[in-house]
């Protein structure tokens, strides 16, 4: 009677644990699903905005080209080449240089150091304008650089006419890169997504307004592209000086301090986002160089297209985990800073997968939006497998990069990009597409494989082998030396 007692007892015993037990996993799990989805929370308020604001800023450019499309074949490739390849030039070296502010104002914002976001800001400003000047060579002597490079004279001599008219434009993104990250790490998208949908209406009316009613041709259009721009520089600037009272608080002569340091910081950011911004310039270049290239041209141009409306989301989760990475290291919160990592890789490669099976399921259709040519109809369905590989690399490595921004690594990825871009993937490019005879396939793939992928693989391993505690100690450390606490931040400090 006593054993049976015994393990009568015992069963219960057991059968509490295993209660216990569940209940403990039980916990766990929807304290992780919780976790989860605070985090989500946070990173769709950058990526929603930050996807809309750049499709809307990328819609401009198209508008702007149709406008000049209905003008002539001369005036539309005008058009195009000075967006291309002199703004395209001159716009990804400054938005490189913009995101050291993803670093700077992100762990500051973090740290809870408000007014230094203002002042990093104003650094960025005077850095940036300074640059605007010495890459204006680009835009004035650009009808003999283009003649140079084997455009044909027509074609580059309206190219330089607009892009001299196209300056402002330049010096616009001096300002409104800045402002744009000033009101990213505060998780402020929405009003840059609302900035930009103005603008893209101010472009279309614009563009009507100087092309066809003032009959102002081509310039018109670079006119109205212009105005667009500096809307959106115009429209942060009012906001931030009528809704920011924490990070705004004026202009200030501690901008014109440390300002080597911030140059050094700009310069390795610059140089870490337009090596991989011209990497793929390079890619249609060579492609112009293949025997009868013009068919393989069209295709690779329609491939890049639906990767450059892709790169809008990618972009935008680059941007989001640069800016949640660097606020929780800034707040101290290593561990907080990994989990943000995770969840933004694993959200970005699903939604990567998902545009990957719609490329694959409608690889013979989505030529027809640009082209009714069966012959590049069929090109393109030939480059389709690569493009959906480019596409599912595209939407992890902007977020490994990312974490790099927000942790402040970009020296170091900048030197991870001139391995892995040109001294690997230009080379097996080169020797896949003219050695093996491979032609536009084997320049894609060789440039795919040997760069993006092989980058990413070392951005991969450098994010997991993080030490989080280190990173958070290095940001404690950055923080020190860049900005002094003041006495509006301590008492906001103590309030927080």
Known sequence: ????????????????????AKDDDQGISENLASRVWIETNKLWQIVGPAILSRVASFTMNIVTQAFAGHLGEVEL???????????????????????????????????????????????S????????????????????????????DDVAEQSGL?????????????????????????????????????????NVFTSWLFVYALDFGVVGAAIALDISWWVIVVGLF???CGWCPLTWTGFSMQAFSGLWEFLKLSAASGVMLCLENWYYRILILMTGYLKDATIAVDALS???????????????????????????????????????????VVQSTIVGLFICAIIMVFRKEFALIFTSSTAVIEAVDNLSVLLAITILLNSVQPVLSGVAVGSGWQATVAYVNIGCYYIVGLPLGVIMGWVFNSGVLGIWAGMIFGGTA???????????????????????????????????????????
């Open 302 to 344: 329609i491939c890049m297209s639906i990767n450059g409306w892709e790169m809008m989301i990618a972009l935008a989760f680059f941007a989001a985990t640069g800016v949640r990475v660097a606020n929780e290291l800034g707040a101290g919160n290593s561990k907080a800073a990994k989990f943000a990592t995770t969840v933004s």
């Open 125 to 152: 400003w005077i850095v940036l304008f300074l640059c605007c000047f010495l890459l204006l060579p680009f835009y004035v002597f650009a009808t003999p650089l283009l003649k140079w490079l084997g455009q044909p």
């Open 454 to 496: 092989l980058q990413t693989l070392i951005l991969a391993i450098m994010t997991i082998r993080t030490d989080w505690e280190k990173e958070a100690e290095k940001t404690r450390i950055r923080l020190a030396k860049w900005s002094k606490p003041t006495s509006n931040d301590s008492s906001e400090v103590q309030r927080a």
């Open 162 to 202: 607009v892009a001299q008219w196209l300056i402002p434009l330049h010096f616009s993104f001096a300002f409104q890169f800045p402002l744009q990250r000033f009101l990213q790490s505060q998780l402020k998208n929405q009003v840059i997504a609302w900035v930009t949908l103005l603008s893209l209406g101010v």
């Open 1 to 20: 009677m006593a054993r049976e007692e015994g393990d009568s007892d015992a069963t219960t015993a057991l059968l509490l644990l295993n209660h216990e």
């Open 77 to 123: 490739a005008a058009i195009c080449i000075a967006n291309t390849v002199i703004v395209g030039f001159n716009f990804g070296l400054l938005l490189g240089m913009a995101s050291a502010l993803e670093t700077l104002c992100g762990q500051a914002f973090g740290a809870k150091r408000y007014q230094m976001l203002g002042v990093y800001m104003q650094r």
């Open 238 to 240: 009012v906001y931030v």
